[in-house]
């Protein structure tokens, strides 16, 4: 079945880049996403991309995507304290009558040390 | 007002009582989830509604039933709670193809059981 991996912890300094990595095993996911966690409260869509793209960049965020590999980064510039947070990977359920759910990886709880 | 909202939002109750988690949502979606999340387990799907008569079950539905009462409510019922259903509890909408073609889910804020 569908899988989708990432590490459980990340620990950086205020001001570093984070990078925190996923796998998926879906090769026909139409979108790959990053949803952010911040503690106390539900997921929230944070970014996304679309399956023909390689990069997309938000301000301090940078998603690369490798199909051939499928492999999934999400890249946090100039890292503050309040990207405290667990982030999920997610990929699209593409077959059958669950078309279009979700399959979330397990998080990244990402700490920030001042 | 919050778009999802889910109540109660904790709750401890003891081995073999049935308990009740409701969402309701103001986003008019017609998709609906119930998801549990578990420490190094990340979100596991319940299940989930398509529409009003449109009800499936998720990854992990035993021990689990679900109420699909109107577009914008989805309740959640354990029967007979035992203590591995600890946990923290999700509900989260979508409206597939609604504003571009990728399926992005609005959860609401969580409930925390307790089973004794």
């Known amino acids: 079945g569908e899988d989708v991996e990432q590490s459980l912890f990340l620990s950086v300094r205020e001001g570093d880049s984070s990078v925190i990595n996923c796998t998926y095993t879906?090769?026909?996911?139409?979108?790959l996403y990053w949803y952010k966690q911040e503690p106390g409260a539900g997921l929230q869509l944070l970014t996304y991309?679309?399956?023909?793209?390689d990069m997309k960049q938000d301000q301090r965020l940078t998603v690369l995507l490798n199909k051939k590999d499928k492999h999934l980064s999400l890249r946090i510039a100039d890292t503050q304290t309040g990207d405290s947070a667990i982030y999920f990977c997610a990929e699209t359920e593409n077959y059958g009558g669950s078309q279009g759910n979700l399959i979330f990886g397990k998080g990244t709880k990402l700490s920030v040390k001042p | 007002d919050a778009d999802v909202t889910q109540t109660p939002r904790n709750r401890i109750t003891k081995t073999g009582k049935r308990i009740m988690l409701e969402c309701s949502q103001t986003?008019?979606?017609?998709?609906m989830y119930w998801y549990r999340q578990d420490p190094g387990l990340g979100l596991r799907l319940i299940y989930y509604?398509?529409?009003?008569?449109?009800?499936n079950k998720g990854e992990i539905s035993d021990g689990y039933s679900v109420s699909r009462q109107a577009q914008a409510k989805f309740s959640l019922s354990l029967e007979s709670a035992i203590p591995n259903q600890t946990a923290l509890y999700f509900c989260a909408t979508s409206d597939l193809g609604a504003g571009g073609p990728h399926n992005e889910q609005f959860f609401g804020p969580g409930t925390r059981l307790t089973v004794l």
């Open positions: 991309i679309f399956s023909n793209m």
């Open positions: 879906d090769s026909s996911s139409t979108y």
């Open positions: 986003k008019g979606h017609d998709r």
């Open positions: 509604s398509f529409d009003v008569k449109d009800i």
